[in-house]
């Protein structure tokens, strides 16, 4: 006999119903931190030029170089005529001067310095052109299969490009593998030869819980951003692009990331190892066996959808001893709001032995007598 049992998860009170998102960003993507759960997507795999949200990238290099000890905050690297000449946002760093590893850091986070931008990718690759090969190699290393650098700031170039989806994949990474690092992206003001610069991230000052990333315009791209915050202990990244100017790139970016930070809940299922059911059991030395899920399992939802989340406990029953403890004896499925089924595998929480060969001579008989048949 298949047994199947269905429990109604009313883990939290039931919430306001909210209105679907909409943006005018012509990409965009939000994504859930701790899970990778995809919350909004708008074109999220449409190559787009990046502009100066390519500068993580870049940081990305510097901070794995900072972390393997390749070079410090106190080095100093050399200001060619190259990166004095470049146009665009700036950190005006005098040419032939030596600049401070982590002032050049502050320089591109806070002031998106294309001038900074390529005093670190010469000090660190030789060239910008050396240290675009390798921005390449580390893209394929994250997962990033949609994008190409020709360059270290995201200067206009046709084959420069990325998308929604690989720049929240880079950012997930940023915060993940540099906490020691990562808080240069929340600092909000620099100043460097006197000239004090302010965070062009809209997020900052918005007191919604953001702490970064990056923003870029660029006339065929738009004005774009890629955004993080944290509330109540879950983190979203967003990524927007395509907008038609800065007020409108702060409207869009403070409206999805308070979506994506207000509207879902992380639920932890399974992780007290408790019982889901118990199994009846057949020519054992005990009648029952509970049941539990392999693993725990940590899921978001819909706050307004959370009363639809569903789990059902799948098996056969009865079971046949001998059982040992942690055997596979079913499935476990999460139906979820948004028409998920995730499985996970079922099993005994105990070990049940098998009954001394003349009690289960009898036990069988029983069987027999009963009309339940022998079962063997």
């Not at 919350?39 to 990046?50: C, G, H, I, V």
């Not at 420069?160 to 906490?179: G, Q």
């Not at 004896?329 to 032995?353: D, F, M, Q």
Request: contains cysteine.
């Amino acid at each position: 006999m298949i047994r199947i049992f269905f429990f109604l998860c009313l883990l939290f009170p039931s919430a306001v119903f909210a209105s679907n998102i909409e943006t005018k960003a012509k990409q965009a993507i939000i994504i859930d931190y701790n899970t990778g759960t995809i919350l909004f997507e708008k074109n999220a795999d449409a190559r787009m030029p990046t502009s100066s949200m390519s500068k993580v990238m870049t940081m990305y290099l510097v901070f794995e170089a900072l972390k393997k000890g390749n070079i410090s905050l106190d080095d100093t690297f050399l200001v060619s005529e190259k990166a004095w000449r470049k146009g665009g946002s700036k950190m005006f760093v005098p040419v032939g001067k030596q600049v401070k590893v982590e002032d050049l850091i502050r320089g591109v986070i806070i002031q998106s310095g294309n001038d900074a931008t390529i005093v670190l990718a010469e000090g660190l690759g030789g060239d910008e052109d050396s240290f675009a090969a390798a921005l390449n190699i580390k893209a394929k290393e994250l997962g990033m299969n949609n994008s190409h650098f020709m360059n270290a700031s995201g200067w206009p170039d046709p084959d420069h490009y990325s998308t929604a989806r690989d720049l929240a994949i880079l950012a997930a990474a940023m915060i993940k593998n540099f906490p020691d690092y990562y808080g240069y992206y929340a600092e909000k003001e620099f100043t460097y030869s006197k000239i004090s610069q302010a965070n062009r991230n809209p997020l900052l000052y918005a007191n919604i819980g953001a702490d970064g990333l990056k923003t870029g315009h660029t006339k065929n791209g738009g004005y774009g951003l890629i955004g993080t915050g944290v509330k109540d202990g879950r983190r979203v990244i967003i990524v927007i692009n395509g907008l038609a100017s800065k007020a409108e790139r702060k409207q869009q970016s403070i409206k999805l990331l308070q979506w994506g930070l207000n509207g879902f809940r992380n639920i932890s299922l399974f992780d007290d190892g408790a019982d889901l059911d118990k199994a009846e059991v057949y020519f054992g030395t005990r009648d029952f066996v509970g049941l539990r899920a392999k693993t725990s399992l940590n899921i978001i939802v819909p706050k307004l959808l959370e009363r639809d989340l569903k789990i059902e406990v799948k098996y056969k029953s009865p079971l046949k001893a001998p059982i040992s403890k942690g055997q596979e004896v079913g499935t476990v499925i999460i139906h979820t709001p948004k028409g998920e089924a995730i499985k996970v595998p079922l099993i005994t929480s105990n070990s049940v032995k098998e009954m001394p060969w003349f009690a289960k001579i009898i036990a069988k008989a029983r069987l027999l007598t009963t009309g339940q048949g022998y079962l063997d």
